[in-house]
């Protein structure tokens, strides 16, 4: 079952893929230069553009050497550009330097009324204790996040709901901390370009209102560094440094890819917790923090004994593997599939999965629960959860936005996710519907491969410990290269399947080497807890765990209504979120 | 009258795919390329490639042939590290990847394909060639049984296997190095 979400993804991003629109005038471009080029001639002869582009290139090779010479040979002359490297450094040194609280403010972030767009008001990074926060606008409403590595703990407020979420996760802001701190980190960053024999980048110092100003332009090989320091996406910044303190006062950066600068003030004021940044001391608190235990570790952390496992000859492999493939391709309906994730350790966080057809109509559609839902102002876990009612969902969603949605009414497509939205797809097919079948196959595939693919070999066991089972164990090489390695792709697995719940899984044990090399050091281990019958009789998982912990309900005698087959944008109305009608800002104690 | 010269029967032979199959080669290469001028290149490169070949026109499916080919020329561009490419202009990604989002959306829907693209030109020919043709090209189960000469019920067997070996190595890249321990399932 853990496969099936992945199998989610995969299959979206693909069927996103195949969508994807052409341009039509590029299309025409390609068709219309090879057809000029096979009405010249003789095939053999024909060269591409680029073979052609090389030859060219190579004739001015000699010349463009000769300028990039004269070009050095001009540079090294230049003392001053030594004399900025230097000073540069200094100012790198003095401010990787520095212990206390840094406070960052970005100027001039664009598009100011974007609604979902994140706009950073402030950033405060205590570089002895790693605290760091962040005041932000979301929705055009406040947001503050304060994490702190000591107590291994985030607190996240919202004024949309009014609530400081208590959690272990050091956050969501990474790219933003990474563009604020590093001005920390330009000591290292020019310390790597050297000790790995880059040329060193070009610096041009000038004065700008009493602040040395530096340029700082990368060479095209230091810029192989910019892997690690994506902080320099053009591979050039300018930054500003007080002469005195030697501190770097302003640097240009960017935020969600957006040009801003940066601008920097150390020391007061401290900031104490998340009350300092604005946040109203009578905002409600949700800990979402859990301790692990004893009793709450999951059922999938132990490995089931394999030693006692026999082989069973009283089976018919053939019989079984065309019993198992019946159950496969059965069709099962109009229904609506409800499935809640529950991830997060020491905390929780929660999404929800509809997958639904109603004759030629399907759908797919992903929601954040939790935190997320409740940071924006709707319910956060519907009423229920994890196994909610069907009208219950229907209720607290059917407004909301979706993560991800896939919808289709008999005619026409609609694809999208939270941040794009939700726009019709150039299809005649039914889009949703490859999703719907993914969400629906809970058996092992017993069926050989053909020769050249590989080979699957399956044989039936026996567990004394569960004689009511039926293990299937199949050790599968395919003719697929492993990353990295010339070994095939090979998997060993063990299915525990019960023939008490239609042959349903009870227990996954996989082994493969899908990390490369020969070793089947890569696990997936999946414990299914629970069994649920449909309304006509049939059994389906209704509780695993895979790392992630899953509760699903196939319902059969109820549907949706016809609006959760069409554009999702007729259904969205954001309704859960109180936007606030001013921009709020945060007062700072 | 004369014979015609094999040079003729293969002009023929590639306008004949030209005209019949132009259009869905090209969106396959951009598809796979996600870059507007790659694709251009590639698709002109095909037709010097199988003009070259006479397996191409002794192929009992040309067709079947030129698509193995388009995916192969992609996959390979993929994995040589997209050589003599500059990094990817947005501007250019932009106009195949997606149709009015904003260019942080583009960008992120483009590095989703990137990734699993590039994921996808690890893995063997047969498996690229059978993903494609069912999760880009959205081909039946019979349509690919019947040009990989097996049964509807193989094919989707197959498919099941790529999906896999895909996942794995989406899997492998987004948790490089991890160590392998029961509570750390990967889902």
Same mark, same amino acid.
């Given at each position: 079952?853990?496969?099936?979400?992945?199998?989610?993804?995969?299959?979206?991003?693909?069927?996103?893929?195949?969508?994807?629109?052409?341009?039509?005038?590029?299309?025409?471009?390609?068709?219309?230069?090879?057809?000029?080029?096979?009405?010249?001639?003789?095939?053999?002869?024909?060269?591409?553009?680029?073979?052609?582009?090389?030859?060219?290139?190579?004739?001015?090779?000699?010349?463009?050497?000769?300028?990039?010479?004269?070009?050095?040979?001009?540079?090294?002359?230049?003392?001053?550009?030594?004399?900025?490297?230097?000073?540069?450094?200094?100012?790198?040194?003095?401010?990787?330097?520095?212990?206390?609280?840094?406070?960052?403010?970005?100027?001039?972030?664009?598009?100011?009324?974007?609604?979902?767009?994140?706009?950073?008001?402030?950033?405060?990074?205590?570089?002895?204790?790693?605290?760091?926060?962040?005041?932000?606008?979301?929705?055009?409403?406040?947001?503050?996040?304060?994490?702190?590595?000591?107590?291994?703990?985030?607190?996240?407020?919202?004024?949309?709901?009014?609530?400081?979420?208590?959690?272990?996760?050091?956050?969501?802001?990474?790219?933003?901390?990474?563009?604020?701190?590093?001005?920390?980190?330009?000591?290292?960053?020019?310390?790597?370009?050297?000790?790995?024999?880059?040329? @060193?980048?070009?610096? &041009?110092? !000038? *004065?700008?209102?009493?602040?040395?100003?530096?340029?700082?332009?990368? =060479?095209? $090989?230091? #810029?192989?560094?910019?892997?690690?320091?994506?902080?320099?996406?053009?591979?050039?910044?300018?930054?500003?440094?007080?002469?005195?303190?030697?501190?770097?006062?302003?640097?240009?950066?960017?935020?969600?890819?957006?040009?801003?600068?940066?601008?920097?003030?150390?020391?007061?004021?401290?900031?104490?917790?998340?009350?300092?940044?604005?946040?109203?001391?009578?905002?409600?608190?949700?800990?979402?923090?859990?301790?692990?235990?004893? @009793?709450?570790?999951? &059922?999938? !952390? *132990?490995?089931?004994?394999?030693?006692?496992?026999?082989?069973?000859? =009283?089976? $018919?492999? #053939?019989?079984?593997?065309?019993?198992?493939?019946?159950?496969?391709?059965?069709?099962?309906?109009?229904?609506?599939?409800?499935?809640?994730?529950?991830?997060?350790?020491?905390?929780?966080?929660?999404?929800?999965?509809?997958?639904?057809?109603?004759?030629?109509?399907?759908?797919?559609?992903?929601?954040?629960?939790?935190?997320?839902?409740?940071?924006?102002?709707?319910?956060?876990?519907?009423?229920?959860?994890?196994?909610?009612?069907?009208?219950?969902?229907?209720?607290?969603?059917?407004?909301?936005?979706?993560?991800?949605?896939?919808?289709?009414?008999?005619?026409?497509?609609?694809?999208?996710?939270?941040?794009?939205?939700?726009?019709?797809?150039?299809?005649?097919?039914?889009?949703?519907?490859?999703?719907?079948?993914?969400?629906?196959?809970?058996?092992?595939?017993?069926?050989?491969?053909?020769?050249?693919?590989?080979?699957?070999?399956?044989?039936?066991?026996?567990?004394?410990?569960?004689?009511?089972?039926?293990?299937?164990?199949?050790?599968?090489?395919?003719?697929?290269?492993?990353?990295?390695?010339?070994?095939?792709?090979?998997?060993?697995?063990?299915?525990?399947?019960?023939?008490?719940?239609?042959?349903?899984?009870?227990?996954?044990?996989?082994?493969?080497?899908?990390?490369?090399?020969?070793?089947?050091?890569?696990?997936?281990?999946?414990?299914?807890?629970?069994?649920?019958?449909?309304?006509?009789?049939?059994?389906?998982?209704?509780?695993?765990?895979?790392?992630?912990?899953?509760?699903?309900?196939?319902?059969?005698?109820?549907?949706?209504?016809?609006?959760?087959?069409?554009?999702?944008?007729?259904?969205?109305?954001?309704?859960?979120?109180?936007?606030?009608?001013?921009?709020?800002?945060?007062?700072?104690? | 009258?004369?014979?015609?010269?094999?040079?003729?029967?293969?002009?023929?032979?590639?306008?004949?795919?030209?005209?019949?199959?132009?259009?869905?080669?090209?969106?396959?290469?951009?598809?796979?390329?996600?870059?507007?001028?790659?694709?251009?290149?590639?698709?002109?490169?095909?037709?010097?490639?199988?003009?070259?070949?006479?397996?191409?026109?002794?192929?009992?499916?040309?067709?079947?042939?030129?698509?193995?080919?388009?995916?192969?020329?992609?996959?390979?561009?993929?994995?040589?590290?997209?050589?003599?490419?500059?990094?990817?202009?947005?501007?250019?990604?932009?106009?195949?990847?997606?149709?009015?989002?904003?260019?942080?959306?583009?960008?992120?829907?483009?590095?989703?394909?990137?990734?699993?693209?590039?994921?996808?030109?690890?893995?063997?020919?047969?498996?690229?060639?059978?993903?494609?043709?069912?999760?880009?090209?959205?081909?039946?189960?019979?349509?690919?049984?019947?040009?990989?000469?097996?049964?509807?019920?193989?094919?989707?067997?197959?498919?099941?296997?790529?999906?896999?070996?895909?996942?794995?190595?989406?899997?492998?890249?987004?948790?490089?190095?991890?160590?392998?321990?029961?509570?750390?399932?990967?889902?």
């Amino acid at each position: 079952m853990s496969e099936l979400r992945e199998y989610r993804q995969l299959l979206r991003q693909a069927r996103q893929l195949a969508h994807m629109p052409i341009a039509l005038g590029e299309m025409h471009d390609a068709v219309t230069a090879v057809r000029r080029q096979l009405a010249t001639g003789d095939t053999r002869q024909w060269q591409t553009q680029r073979r052609k582009t090389l030859l060219i290139m190579s004739g001015s090779l000699a010349a463009a050497f000769a300028v990039v010479v004269a070009l050095f040979a001009v540079t090294a002359m230049l003392p001053k550009k030594v004399d900025a490297a230097e000073a540069l450094q200094n100012a790198a040194n003095a401010t990787r330097g520095f212990k206390g609280w840094v406070h960052v403010m970005p100027v001039g972030q664009g598009d100011p009324l974007s609604a979902i767009k994140l706009r950073v008001q402030s950033i405060d990074i205590n570089t002895s204790s790693g605290d760091f926060a962040i005041v932000a606008n979301v929705y055009g409403a406040l947001i503050v996040q304060m994490y702190s590595p000591a107590a291994h703990e985030m607190r996240t407020y919202t004024s949309l709901s009014g609530t400081v979420l208590i959690s272990s996760v050091p956050g969501d802001a990474a790219e933003t901390r990474r563009a604020a701190e590093f001005p920390f980190k330009l000591a290292d960053f020019l310390k790597r370009i050297t000790s790995r024999g880059l040329t @060193a980048p070009t610096v &041009a110092e !000038s *004065n700008d209102q009493g602040l040395q100003k530096f340029n700082l332009t990368l =060479s095209d $090989d230091s #810029k192989k560094t910019l892997d690690q320091y994506p902080e320099l996406p053009n591979g050039n910044a300018t930054l500003w440094v007080d002469p005195q303190s030697k501190l770097i006062r302003k640097m240009t950066s960017q935020i969600e890819g957006q040009p801003v600068i940066m601008e920097y003030t150390y020391g007061e004021p401290n900031i104490r917790d998340i009350y300092d940044l604005g946040v109203p001391k009578t905002a409600r608190i949700v800990d979402n923090r859990q301790v692990e235990t004893d @009793a709450n570790r999951p &059922a999938m !952390s *132990n490995l089931p004994p394999t030693a006692q496992l026999v082989k069973d000859e =009283s089976i $018919d492999v #053939k019989a079984f593997e065309a019993r198992l493939q019946k159950r496969i391709d059965r069709d099962w309906g109009d229904f609506v599939l409800l499935e809640c994730h529950k991830t997060g350790r020491g905390h929780s966080e929660g999404q929800l999965t509809i997958d639904a057809r109603q004759g030629d109509k399907a759908l797919y559609a992903i929601y954040l629960l939790s935190p997320e839902l409740a940071l924006w102002g709707g319910e956060g876990f519907p009423k229920g959860w994890p196994t909610p009612m069907l009208s219950d969902v229907v209720s607290q969603l059917r407004s909301v936005r979706p993560l991800g949605s896939d919808a289709f009414d008999g005619k026409t497509a609609w694809h999208g996710d939270m941040i794009s939205g939700f726009n019709i797809q150039p299809t005649t097919g039914n889009s949703a519907s490859l999703e719907v079948k993914s969400a629906m196959v809970f058996w092992p595939l017993l069926a050989p491969l053909p020769d050249h693919f590989g080979s699957r070999k399956v044989e039936i066991l026996r567990d004394p410990a569960r004689p009511g089972l039926i293990v299937v164990h199949i050790d599968e090489t395919s003719t697929f290269q492993v990353p990295d390695s010339k070994a095939a792709y090979h998997s060993d697995a063990l299915y525990w399947l019960d023939p008490a719940h239609d042959d349903l899984p009870v227990e996954t044990v996989e082994h493969s080497n899908a990390r490369g090399g020969d070793k089947l050091n890569f696990l997936r281990h999946v414990v299914y807890l629970d069994f649920a019958r449909v309304a006509e009789g049939r059994w389906y998982p209704s509780h695993w765990q895979d790392g992630v912990e899953h509760w699903q309900q196939i319902i059969q005698n109820e549907n949706l209504g016809p609006e959760w087959y069409g554009d999702p944008n007729l259904r969205i109305t954001d309704a859960g979120i109180r936007f606030p009608t001013t921009e709020p800002t945060p007062a700072r104690r | 009258m004369p014979e015609p010269t094999k040079s003729y029967v293969m002009r023929q032979a590639l306008n004949r795919l030209l005209d019949a199959q132009g259009d869905r080669l090209y969106a396959t290469l951009a598809r796979l390329t996600l870059r507007a001028d790659v694709a251009a290149e590639l698709f002109q490169d095909l037709f010097v490639r199988l003009g070259r070949n006479n397996a191409f026109a002794e192929a009992n499916d040309p067709t079947a042939y030129a698509f193995r080919s388009v995916i192969n020329l992609a996959m390979e561009w993929r994995r040589k590290g997209r050589t003599g490419v500059k990094p990817v202009p947005l501007a250019a990604a932009m106009e195949i990847v997606s149709v009015e989002p904003s260019p942080l959306q583009r960008l992120v829907l483009s590095e989703q394909y990137e990734r699993l693209l590039d994921a996808l030109s690890e893995l063997g020919e047969s498996g690229q060639r059978i993903f494609v043709m069912r999760f880009i090209e959205q081909q039946s189960y019979e349509a690919i049984a019947r040009e990989i000469q097996t049964t509807p019920h193989r094919a989707r067997g197959l498919c099941h296997a790529a999906v896999r070996q895909l996942r794995g190595k989406l899997a492998e890249r987004l948790l490089p190095g991890n160590p392998v321990c029961p509570e750390e399932n990967h889902v």
